[in-house]
Every structure is written in structure tokens, then in C-alpha cells.
């Protein structure tokens, strides 16, 4: 392989990732299935491009077929059940944002370490997490009122219309 052919086989490499991140990014079902559908090109073009450099004919069926299913009949076919159902806006308002989901992804791997007991000590005869910010109490809830009287556990007695 040349210098070209790297180069190009890099261009649709960070191509096809840069769309797989544009998938989380999507809040709206038609959108995410046009990017779903420009990742399938992108995949083609990649599987193309390696059955040119490599002379692997077989390749080219293999980006025949998925440029073909997941490209044209998938989503030529989600749009149509989803426009025939009418679950387009129904399904968009459960979709997360794209901050949380960042947020989530980062966030679970990093409490994960923090709160891992099974760390290297430091050289310290103490842990590296300190006790105490791990077993501090919850915060109160903030749906519990302090001036409004609790009622026996197991009786059903309402005390307004609001608790009913």
C-alpha cells in the first residue's frame, strides 16, 4: 500500500467514527436514520476502498450487500413504519440529550475507578478513597415536606385530596 492508500483508508476510518459519534448525538428518529444510512455508505466506501487496494474481489460483494440492506432497505423501510404508525414525535420525546449521554459515558468508567476498593494503596496505611465520603448519609428527598405529618405505614387514611 502507497502513501495514497493510507491516507485515504485513514480519511474513511475517522469518517466512519466520526458518524458512529454523530449517532449519539441524535435525539430525533428520522435524523438518526439518515445518519444510520450515511454510516452504511461510509462503510461501503471503506470496504470498497480496501477491496481496490488489496485486489480482494470478494470485498466489493461484501460493500455491495451492505450498502444495499443496511444503506437503502433498512431505512427506506423504518421510515415508512414510522411514518405509518405515528410514533416519529411520540418516541423523540424520551430521548436523552446529547450531554447527558456524554456525561454518562464518561461518568460511569470514572466512579467506577474512584470507588474500586481493589486499587494500589498509595504507601499510606489508609485507603485511597476516604471512608467517609463513601458511607455519608443520602441527601433528604426533595419531595418529602417536613410540615406535613407522616402517615402509619400500611394505613390508607387521606388526609386530603392530594394524597389520594
Not at 444510520?36 to 476502498?49: D, G, I, N, P, Y
Not at 437503502?72 to 423501510?77: F, H
Not at 455519608?136 to 389520594?164: F, I, M, N, V
Request: hydrophobic share 50%; proline share 9%; glycine share 4%.
Amino acid at each position: 500500500m502507497t502513501g495514497l492508500s493510507f491516507d485515504v483508508s485513514h480519511l474513511l476510518a475517522g469518517a466512519l467514527v466520526l458518524v458512529s459519534f454523530m449517532l449519539l448525538y441524535q435525539t430525533r428518529l428520522y435524523a438518526l436514520l439518515n445518519v444510520f444510512a450515511l454510516q452504511a455508505v461510509v462503510l461501503s466506501l471503506s470496504v470498497a476502498w480496501q477491496a481496490y487496494v488489496q485486489n480482494a474481489p470478494h470485498l466489493y460483494i461484501t460493500a455491495a450487500i451492505a450498502f444495499l440492506f443496511k444503506a437503502l432497505i433498512i431505512p427506506i423501510a423504518m421510515h415508512r413504519i414510522i411514518a405509518r404508525l405515528g410514533i416519529g414525535r411520540d418516541v423523540e420525546q424520551f430521548a436523552k440529550s446529547p450531554r447527558r449521554s456524554i456525561r454518562n459515558i464518561v461518568g460511569m468508567p470514572a466512579s467506577a475507578i474512584a470507588r474500586n476498593p481493589a486499587l494500589p494503596r498509595t504507601g499510606a496505611t489508609t485507603p485511597t478513597v476516604a471512608p467517609r465520603l463513601i458511607s455519608r448519609r443520602a441527601p433528604r428527598p426533595r419531595w418529602t415536606d417536613p410540615s406535613r405529618p407522616r402517615r402509619a405505614p400500611g394505613r390508607l387514611s387521606p388526609a386530603s385530596p392530594r394524597d389520594c
